[in-house]
């Protein structure tokens, strides 16, 4: 059911012993929401706890570092930045799946897999969403909140860049920055700070580039073997999708990886005349306008290359 920002303002406020779901793949905006939320609703007194069904990437270690764990039978389930069910992975989405009692989402292609649903499409990253919903429960935002925030403000944004950002999300963004947000590091920290392993890896996807129609298309394929060789696990993707777009000319980025059951996960990035979302739709996926993804099952990823880049083409000259 689709609910109304203030029920889910209402929802939160009566709950208790609750626990937050992330999304796999856990990226800044999933994990600033969920950590300041947590810290809200404990600064509120509640019993709060969060699971992610994948591993962290060290790099968002700051957002929960200080944080003490706590054990405790759920009675109320949130999910935050979760567009669908299998988003939470497997082990959490067969444990939780069917219980998920609030999610609170912006994605376009959100699937109301929960009780209830709150979601803002048009918001930058549901982070600016969990402000709203902190400063309306009375919370005040202290600068750890405020860090988790703006993480997720600036992370779904590329730093304030993409066509997504809205006059109210440099407001927050500067309602955040006077409540204490770090927020000059955590740009740094997000954005100009690469690993060893990852520059080798992104010297492999380099090698892998490729274009299709005219340099409208360029794609990326990462394998398995690329992650083994460079030390990286699938979380350095994050810094190899944005590639494909930042060339002159190319319309529509596409990054392939290769999961470890074979699997092959498409990441689609485009300009601001094509719908990524529409052309993830076409292979059972979903997502933003400028970003979505989709999977391909039971082919290499040479045939899953061919297969996404043919449809393209055929999207672009419709
Ligand atoms: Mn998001």
């Known amino acids: 059911m689709k609910i109304e920002f203030s029920q889910a303002v209402h929802e939160l406020k009566n709950a208790d012993k609750i626990l937050i779901l992330t999304h796999i793949n856990p990226d800044g905006d999933t994990l600033g929401s969920g950590f300041a939320l947590l810290r809200a609703l404990r600064k509120m007194g509640k019993r709060v706890r969060l699971l992610n069904g994948d591993k962290i990437n060290s790099k968002y270690n700051y957002l929960f570092e200080d944080l003490e764990e706590d054990e405790f039978d759920e009675e109320f389930i949130v999910s935050v930045d979760v567009a669908e069910r299998k988003l939470l992975g497997d082990a959490l989405s067969e444990k939780y799946g069917d219980r998920v009692d609030l999610s609170i989402d912006h994605h376009e292609s959100s699937r109301r897999f929960a009780k209830k649903t709150y979601c803002e499409p048009h918001s930058a990253s549901c982070c600016e969403i969990i402000y709203l919903i902190i400063k309306a429960l009375g919370v005040e935002t202290d600068s750890d909140i405020a860090s988790c925030i703006y993480t997720g403000c ?40 690469k690993s060893m392993n990852n520059i080798m890896l992104e010297r492999m996807c380099l090698s892998s580039l490729e274009f299709f129609a005219g340099g409208t298309i360029a794609v990326i394929s990462v394998t398995q073997a690329m992650l083994r060789e460079s ?82 083409v055929t999207y672009l000259n419709k």
Do not use: W
Request: aromatic share 4%; net charge negative.
């Open 154 to 193: 600036s992370t779904d944004t590329g730093c304030f860049k993409y066509s997504n950002v809205t006059v109210r999300t440099h407001l927050i963004a500067s309602e955040l920055i006077a409540a204490g947000a770090d927020h000059s590091r955590i740009n740094v920290r997000m954005f100009d700070t």
């Open 231 to 312: 030390g990286t696990d699938k979380s350095a993707l994050d810094a190899i999708k944005p590639i494909t777009r930042q060339i002159e000319g190319v319309k529509v980025g596409v990054t392939l990886r290769e999961e470890e059951d074979g699997v092959i996960s498409v990441s689609v990035r485009t300009d601001e005349d094509v719908d990524a979302a529409a052309i993830c739709a076409n292979f059972g996926g979903g997502g933003h306008i400028r970003a979505a993804g989709c999977e391909i099952y039971g082919k290499s990823i040479e045939k899953a290359k061919t297969e996404v880049t043919e449809y393209i």
